[in-house]
């Protein structure tokens, strides 16, 4: 059974940073893209960042630009997320995706329960 488990999430006042992590078991976590997206209340998810198996290739959401960063650590099977100069805005769940590929280059996605980010003074 795949697990992803966040943690770091919490209350923080703009202008602040949380670190995020995202520990991950039972699947081969060095050959999967992992991601990091983020719901806020009456909103669809979205995606923050991405990262690739090796670390080598990160992309995100324009919003986060300058303000987040994406990293991995495959000796540690985790995932992290660097959030800088919040805003009320990036008030969320953020939740960790990892999509572990399988054969013939179909890859299935798997979900974290998600962390809770506050940003309000």
């Known amino acids: 059974q795949v697990q992803l488990v966040e943690s770091g999430g919490g209350l923080v006042q703009p202008g602040g940073s949380l670190r995020l992590s995202c520990a991950a078991s039972?699947?081969?976590?060095?050959?999967?893209?992992m991601s990091w997206y983020r719901q806020a209340p009456g909103k669809e998810r979205e995606l923050v960042a991405s990262?690739?198996?090796?670390?080598?290739?990160?992309n995100y959401a324009d919003s986060m630009k300058g303000r987040f960063t994406i990293s991995r650590d495959n000796a540690k099977n985790t995932v992290y997320l660097q959030m800088n100069s919040l805003k009320p805005e990036d008030t969320a769940v953020y939740y960790c995706n990892a999509r572990v590929p399988q054969r013939f280059g179909a890859t299935v996605n798997y979900w974290g329960q998600g962390t809770q980010v506050t940003v309000s003074s």
């Open positions: 990262i690739s198996s090796t670390g080598g290739v990160t």
């Open positions: 039972k699947f081969t976590f060095s050959t999967s893209a």
